[in-house]
DNA sequence: TATAATTATGCTGCATACAGAATACTTGCC
DNA sequence: GGCAAGTATTCTGTATGCAGCATAATTATA
């Protein structure tokens, strides 16, 4: 290692190496959000030469977004035949929550442990601009907000990998959650239950915080159910 | 539904349907198995036109199959650079390590609640077999069964989610616990650690198997330890 | 001889071309 | 009019071509 190399290192923390994005980029966030969205619809085919057209682009690098979109399970690709957007049965949605509810406790509990005062003063910064969005009636910032604390919950165990599984999960039930929070009296419910989740891991208190993890995991799928 | 619907379904189950399999398919599994066999060392670049003419293949599938391989975790891609094997550091190894043993503790305890006991039965004769292949040293067989023995485990709880979730993080670290495993008595103490995963899952015994499997992948880690 | 500048090569990202499968359409027949 | 067979069209799967970036090789310079 020469001296340079430290220069290097300190500079490069200080600007972050700016990542080139690829169109296979763009087109895959842009995809996801089409989906989440409901631009496109589940169980509808996805043809490649319209929505490549749509998007300024060739079919090599959507095809290429296609093959990652099915990887993460939002889409299903049968040969010969093209991709549809996933369709989720009640019984998927059930594994899902069941398997987001462990991550998300996981997360949670390493959270109580090792998140430092100022994660969480964020954490709560975050609930309190939902509760502010939620005042005003504003959905589609409140839900934003609302899938913004879980993840941060998530991020402050330092377990990237959860961060990554559970980002996956989450982006699968995404579009499902939103319709299903419509409702005022579910709407409530939540906000009630994040209020809870909030304080429990302020006191640090793992064992409140799980119980409502898991209670809000629970009445997620009821709130989602007659949505499917 | 007119009354053909139902032959149709009977024929469907009878008979599954076969799927095309592409090149991206074929491409996308020929890859993995190279990564986990160190084919394709860890750190090492893949070139696109070199890799394609190995397995005379265009660039087209193979690129696609990489994108795949990047969303699984396997490979990590640089814009304009090209794609490299994936490498992990023992932070790495520690975090999925984490998140896999809360997945095998979540599919374990339902394992014991609703597993038929022919389920179980079937996984003992894995482990049976396993013990085989144990009692002849051929760390190979040995291997693969033990990692369907913990697949199998998983698939008990009857959720694909799961599954699917498990696989990934499997997939990962398969190839460091395949060196990991080398040493005698390492081998030794996984084994002992199966045995008693397999009488408490017989048994329904759920505390003592989340006691085992906990232990398993804390000894996991020091196993693979030296290996990173 | 070591280093910097410059050229040359290689490889990736993307677009396009083409073959074959799947689907939609049309025509003929009952 | 309804159904079947045959034809036409659309769309996917794969290969290939080309531009631009990254890196290796080469030359120039101190």
Redesign the pocket.
């Known amino acids: 290692m020469t001296s340079g190399a430290g220069t290097l290192d300190e500079a490069s923390e200080a600007y972050p190496r700016i990542q080139?994005r690829?169109?296979?980029d763009e087109v895959l966030e842009r995809m996801r959000d089409m989906i989440i969205e409901g631009t496109l619809a589940p169980g509808q085919?996805?043809?490649?030469?319209?929505i490549g057209a749509q998007l300024?682009?060739?079919?090599?690098?959507l095809?290429?977004a296609i093959k990652t979109l099915a990887s993460e399970g939002l889409v299903e690709?049968?040969?010969?035949?093209?991709?549809i957007v996933r369709k989720f049965s009640s019984a998927d949605m059930r594994n899902i929550l069941e398997v987001l509810k462990n991550l998300e406790q996981l997360g949670g509990r390493m959270a109580c442990e090792i998140a430092s005062d100022e994660t969480i003063a964020a954490i709560r910064a975050l609930h309190d601009a939902m509760m502010e969005q939620y005042s005003v009636r504003n959905r589609l910032e409140y839900f934003k907000l609302n899938q913004a604390i879980h993840s941060a919950i998530v991020a402050a165990s330092g377990n990237d990998v959860l961060v990554e599984m559970h980002g996956t999960l989450q982006a699968r039930i995404k579009r499902l959650r939103f319709i299903g929070n419509e409702g005022p009296e579910k709407w409530a419910g939540a906000v009630a239950e994040h209020e809870t989740m909030i304080e429990s891991l302020e006191k640090r208190d793992v064992e409140a915080l799980m119980e409502v993890i898991r209670l809000h995991m629970d009445s997620t799928r009821l709130r989602v159910w007659d949505v499917l």
Request: cysteine-free; proline content about 8%.
């Open positions: 080139r690829t169109l296979h085919r996805i043809n490649e030469g319209l300024g682009v060739s079919r090599t690098p095809r290429e690709i049968q040969p010969a035949k093209g991709a």
